[in-house]
């Protein structure tokens, strides 16, 4: 595991640490080849919790790619194996709603896809050089598919 932040307000700890990889005896060490991507992410990040102007919680960024075989993981497309997506939550700025909201009336970040999980923001980022973020914004619905736009999870928008 990598010591030290990664930015001025993520950590390593943050970037690596998974319950389920802890509890399945995963080693999610980020490759030292990776490290540029996920400090690309990083900044991604400082630039979300400015403008929310309140810390986040991270709850899953990186996952190596036995973690994302997992079931509960399994997604051939997920950004997380190539450090480009973080899950997170701030609590003092409000609900995953309120953040996506802001997120996307600011027309300040640049994103591949805005996801509302409901309990949690995806945020995601193509880091590869040149790339033409999607700006794609989807809601989980309650049969874990996704719709277009800010829904509940009915598929009702918001």
């Known amino acids: 595991m990598h010591a030290g932040n990664i930015s001025d307000h993520f950590s390593w700890y943050e970037v690596e640490y998974s319950e389920t990889a802890e509890r399945s005896g995963i080693d999610n060490t980020v490759p030292v080849q ?3 991507i996920i400090s690309k992410t990083a900044m991604q990040a400082e630039k979300i919790r400015a403008l929310l102007q309140a810390p986040m919680k991270i709850n899953s960024w990186y996952r190596c790619p036995d ?3 997992l079931p509960q993981f399994y997604n051939p497309t997920s950004q997380h194996p190539r450090g480009e997506a973080i899950d997170f939550v701030s609590t003092a700025f409000g609900t995953p709603v309120d953040i996506c909201r802001k997120i996307i009336a600011s027309g300040l970040i640049k994103f591949d ?7 949690w923001v995806h945020f995601a980022f193509n880091s590869t050089p040149g790339a033409v973020q999607r700006m794609e914004v989807l809601s989980l619905l309650e049969n874990k598919k996704y719709a277009k736009g800010l829904t509940n999870l009915q598929g009702v928008p918001l």
């Open 34 to 36: 990776m490290e540029w």
């Open 67 to 69: 973690l994302q075989k």
């Open 113 to 119: 896809q805005l996801i509302l999980e409901h309990s």
